[in-house]
């Protein structure tokens, strides 16, 4: 389980259940566990700053955050395949 934060005021924004080893690219609605981040005008936004952690899309019917990559920092385990 991942804990992504706000690179600037290092605020939570999510926690995450990342399968697998890759980068953070995409974080899938279905593997959100908590949100801690707004969600205003298809843009995941941080709730202390207003820093844009990254823009809400939909691929075959499924939600995910295409996160920016300069504007989140994490910690945690990513769960082997």
């Not at 566990?33 to 809400?56: A, F, H, P, T, W």
């Amino acid at each position: 389980m991942l804990t992504i934060k706000c690179a600037k005021c290092k605020d939570k924004i999510m926690k995450y259940k990342k399968i697998g080893k890759g980068r953070v690219l995409k974080c899938w609605e279905g593997k959100i566990r908590r949100l801690y981040g707004e969600v205003k005008d298809d843009q995941l936004i941080c709730s202390s700053c207003n820093n844009i952690i990254g823009e809400v899309k939909s691929r075959s019917g499924k939600n995910y955050v295409d996160m920016d990559r300069e504007q989140f920092t994490y910690s945690g385990r990513k769960i082997p395949k």
